[in-house]
């Protein structure tokens, strides 16, 4: 992972909180976006049409996702996921924000600035 981020290469982690206090830790800059379901009950009715889980397990996932939820406020983003193509281009957007932050975007034009201040 470290190796490319340090090649520029835009590095996305699908991990839980516990896993993004790991990367903060390591990475303090990093960019965390929470993906969050529209509702309870959707959320609810995504995981019974897997129709992989007995009831019990659906019960137990739900209060680990509200558990989950619960650490909304460690991240830097919130994306909910209601129409996944809204939600893709909130990520991207995400992204593409960050690309062109000063800080990130500013070495990468060197060569520009220092031409058109001087």
Known sequence: MLERLHTGT???LEIDWQGAQQVRRLKPDAVTIFILPPSREVL???LRSRGK???AVIAQRLRGAFDEISHYVEFDYLVVNDDFSQALKDLQAIVHSRRLA????APKLEKLLTNLLS
Request: avoid cysteine; charge should be negative; glycine fraction near 0%.
């Open 44 to 46: 609810e009715q995504r």
């Open 10 to 12: 835009d590095v996305i």
């Open 53 to 55: 889980d007995s009831d």
């Open 102 to 105: 000063q800080l990130i975007h």
